[in-house]
Nanobody, 120 residues
Framework: QVQLVESGGGLVQAGGSLRLSCAAS????????MGWHRQAPGKQRELVAL??????LYADSVKGRFTISRDNAKNTIDLQMNSLKPEDTAVYYC???????????????WGQGTQVTVSS
């Protein structure tokens, strides 16, 4: 069974920092597509950052403040969030997308989410 488990969410004041971590129950490779998404109340889920191979991609709203990284030996990806703003408040979800192969089966896999609340 494929599982993604997030941790590290919480309450922080504006300007503060949090580090989210996502642990996968399967082996991660450098090419594995991994991302962080978030969903604020009443809004659609949006991509925050992704990492695949040696490339990273960030939403414009978090560029320069958030950093995604991976540790293949530990099968984890992290999201370092600095200079947090109240508008960063959301549930943050870890995502793994498998495009080909037999295990894990191709598809999107999601964690249960972790709440991040930034107070003004």
């Amino acid at each position: 069974q494929v599982q993604l488990v997030e941790s590290g969410g919480g309450l922080v004041q504006a300007g503060g920092s949090l580090r989210l971590s996502c642990a996968a129950s399967v082996r991660l490779f450098s090419i594995t597509y991994m991302g962080w998404h978030r969903q604020a109340p009443g809004k659609q889920r949006e991509l925050v950052a992704l990492i695949t191979g040696g490339s990273t991609l960030y939403a414009d709203s978090v560029k320069g403040r958030f950093t995604i990284s991976r540790d293949n030996a530990k099968n984890t990806i992290d999201l370092q969030m600095n200079s947090l703003k109240p508008e960063d408040t959301a549930v943050y979800y870890c995502n793994m997308r498998i495009f080909t192969g037999s295990w894990p089966p191709p598809g999107d896999y999601w964690g249960q989410g972790t709440q991040v609340t930034v107070s003004s």
